[in-house]
């Protein structure tokens, strides 16, 4: 059983900055990809980063690029989202997801998945 955590979420006002972790634990844990994606109230579940567990290699959604940068610890099995200049539309539910088989932004193609943690930007 693999099961994906996440932390660091919380309330931040427009302009700064939080980090979300997602740690993976589980006997048999081994993905190919390790991505973040949002969910708003009312709205579908969004692609926002991907990362490559191999090669590190990353993609980001256009709304969130040059704001957020996701990286890896290979060694502590976990995934980072740094978040800067935040803005109230990034309000949202995030998630991490792992992927056996994908680098992918389609949230089909994640066999994980975390239970989410809550970011709030304020105006």
């Known amino acids: 059983q693999v099961q994906l955590v996440e932390s660091g979420g919380g309330l931040v006002q427009a302009g700064g900055s939080l980090r979300v972790s997602c740690t993976a634990s589980?006997?048999?844990?081994?993905?190919?990809?390790m991505g973040w994606f949002r969910q708003a109230q009312g709205k579908e579940r969004e692609f926002v980063a991907v990362?490559?567990?191999?090669?590190?290699?990353?993609y980001y959604a256009d709304s969130v690029k040059g704001r957020f940068t996701i990286s890896k610890d290979n060694a502590k099995n976990t995934v980072y989202l740094q978040m800067n200049n935040l803005k109230p539309e990034d309000t949202a539910v995030y998630y991490c997801?792992?992927?056996?088989?994908?680098?992918?932004?389609?949230?089909?193609?994640?066999?994980?998945w975390g239970q989410g943690t809550h970011v709030t930007v304020s105006s």
């Open positions: 997801g792992g992927s056996r088989f994908f680098v992918s932004t389609r949230p089909g193609q994640y066999d994980y």
């Open positions: 589980g006997r048999t844990f081994s993905a190919y990809a």
């Open positions: 990362i490559s567990w191999s090669t590190g290699s990353t």
